[in-house]
Structure formats: structure tokens, C-alpha cells
């Protein structure tokens, strides 16, 4: 249940055109070190980002516990749905975000950067989940605490049958960025 399908170093990493092919048509987001340093607002290369995979023909939609007034306009400005206020890991943040794409849970594609609210959500509402390493190197001392235990799941599941990923280089995140988002 903690274990994400599959790891990657960042959100911009991920082939998102293989996974188009395999059926997935939406992409739901966790935002703060998922995409942009915590509180940061959108930037060109999330942007980007979300250009390319409306181009692809994902829908997007950004789930997060911050409030409204952090999630509203990050989601504007990407032009994306949103659930603010989510209560990650509970499901119905998750379910609220599928009823908003109108997409089949098994065709969701959840994407964020903590095992304990983000992976635990979306696998306990049978999302196909993808672990991203943090953008930021700056945490409230909450995350702080939950990324060391974090590690000790994380030593294990890259032992496991289970791991499917690039044991990505979680210390320098932006080594992890493809030339095109750079």
C-alpha cells in the first residue's frame, strides 16, 4: 500500500506518451515539490510541462492540501481543475478529483513526491502511482520528519520484486531534468 508503481527521479522525467499509449488519459498532481519548490507559483517549466501533455491529450488536475487561495491560482494559471484542502492520504480528495476529470480511476495517473499523504492516497483509491523526488531542498520541519522515514520505506521497496524505477539521485534534483525542461 506505501509502495509507489514506480519511481522517478522528477516529474519531468516520466514518458508520459508511453503512458498515453497504455490507456491513461488523466494525470492528477500533488503541487508543492511535485512540480514547484513548496509555495512557489507556477513557473514556465510546469507550464510547459502541462502544454505538452494537453498536446498528448492528458487531462490535468492538481491535488493538494494547501487552501484555495495557494491551489486556485496554480491551477489557473496551467489552465487545470484542482481539489484544495484535499486530506491527503483520505480518499475523498482522490474521488473528488476523479469525478472533476470524469476518467476512469484505472485510467489515472497520480504523480507526487511523499509516500505517507501522496502514494498512500492515490494506491488506497487505485490510481497507478508515481513517486517524483522533491524539488525543494527547504521543508517545514513536519515534512522534515516524515522524509526520514520515508527513506526507511524506500530502502526497502528498491529491494524489492516490486521496484520499478531509475533509483534516482534524490539529492540533486535538478541533475534529474531533462535538456527540454531546463
Known amino acids: 500500500m506505501l509502495y509507489p508503481k514506480e519511481e522517478f527521479g522528477s516529474t519531468y522525467q516520466i514518458p508520459f506518451a508511453e503512458f498515453y499509449k497504455k490507456g491513461y488519459r488523466a494525470i492528477i498532481f500533488d503541487i508543492d515539490n511535485t512540480l ?27 491535488l493538494s492540501n494547501n487552501n484555495t487561495k495557494r491551489v486556485a491560482p ?25 469525478r472533476l476529470l470524469k476518467v476512469d480511476p484505472k485510467r489515472i495517473l497520480f504523480i507526487g513526491d511523499q509516500i505517507f499523504t501522496d502514494i498512500l492516497g492515490a494506491n488506497r483509491v ?16 513536519w515534512i522534515v520528519f516524515k522524509r526520514v522515514t520515508e527513506r526507511i520505506e524506500l530502502f526497502f521497496y528498491r529491494r524489492s520484486k516490486a521496484y520499478k524505477g531509475n533509483k534516482p539521485n534524490r539529492n540533486g534534483y535538478e541533475k534529474n531534468i531533462p535538456e527540454e525542461y531546463r
Open 36 to 62: 514547484v519548490p513548496h509555495g512557489a507559483p507556477a513557473d514556465e517549466r510546469s507550464k510547459k510541462l502541462c502544454r505538452d501533455l494537453r498536446t498528448i491529450g492528458f487531462q490535468v488536475c492538481f
Open 126 to 141: 487505485g490510481y497507478y502511482s508515481i513517486l517524483v523526488g522533491p524539488i525543494g531542498k527547504y521543508e517545514n520541519f
Open 74 to 98: 496554480f491551477a489557473k494559471a496551467l489552465e487545470a481543475k484542482y481539489v484544495s484542502n484535499a486530506g491527503k492520504p483520505f480518499k475523498k480528495g482522490y474521488l473528488e478529483a476523479a
